[in-house]
């Protein structure tokens, strides 16, 4: 049975957290400190997963059960929604800053002119004066930071 609006407003916490199920995976998470939060449970395969939606009461059911169809409608799509949150919440393609040259810098990617490139073992290049000629020893494979380049979307 789906759930209320009086079934929320009169969850109390109890001594461990409990769920207070609405429908096809979506639930509300009640902590033992009294916290409210919307969640989705699914299945990835044969891993079953669990996204944070958002806390009540800044996210009411309405908008938990709109949120809740979306994350839906990204799985039957083949996507995970949790790495489709985190990918929408990533500042990590923001407007690059121009550095020198044909070289560009935001964070831990780097445009070049052979395409958008990030370290492969997470290596941040954040310096502001790092030369050209690093860059090109990085992307040339003599370095011991080996880049990962993916093609560049303008």
Known sequence: MPLTINDIKNAKPARSDYKLADSGGLYLLVSKAGGKTWR?????????????????????????????????KLLAEGKDPAIEKKRSSSPRLRP???????????????KSPYGLCRTSNGFDIVSSAISIRYL????S???????????YAA
């Open 141 to 151: 494979g003599r370095s011991r930071v080996q880049p990962s380049c993916v093609p």
């Open 40 to 72: 989705f449970k699914y299945r990835v395969g044969i891993v079953e997963k669990a996204i944070t939606l958002g806390r009540y009461p800044e996210l009411g059911l309405v908008a938990a059960r709109d949120a809740h169809h979306e994350a839906r």
């Open 96 to 110: 690059l800053k121009p550095h020198s040259g044909n070289w560009a810098m935001s964070g831990s990617w780097i």
């Open 136 to 139: 090109a020893t990085c992307l």
